[in-house]
């Protein structure tokens, strides 16, 4: 993936996210799905940006260490609401 596609990437999944909030999506589901949102804008700036992409076992590490705390703030989301 190039730095273009990952920039239009997330321009597209912030756009997602402030309609969301924009047009007051509220609740559980909301927030999950803004978590997920960034859950997947940060993969991309750790892969492309940050080059974790051209490093798999680096990358991997990463990946492992931010799904386990996107898991534990959606956990949170999910006891709040």
Excluded: E, H, N
């Excluded at 492309?48 to 799904?67: C, I, K, M, S, T």
């Amino acid at each position: 993936m190039t730095a273009t596609t990952a920039w239009l990437i997330l321009m597209a999944l912030s756009l997602i996210s402030t309609v969301l909030a924009f047009f007051g999506a509220a609740g559980v589901l909301a927030s999950l799905a803004i978590l997920a949102l960034a859950w997947i804008k940060a993969q991309v700036i750790l892969g492309v940006y940050l080059g974790l992409q051209l490093a798999p076992d680096w990358g991997r590490g990463f990946a492992l260490v931010l799904a386990i705390y996107m898991i534990v703030i959606m956990g949170l989301a999910i006891a709040a609401g």
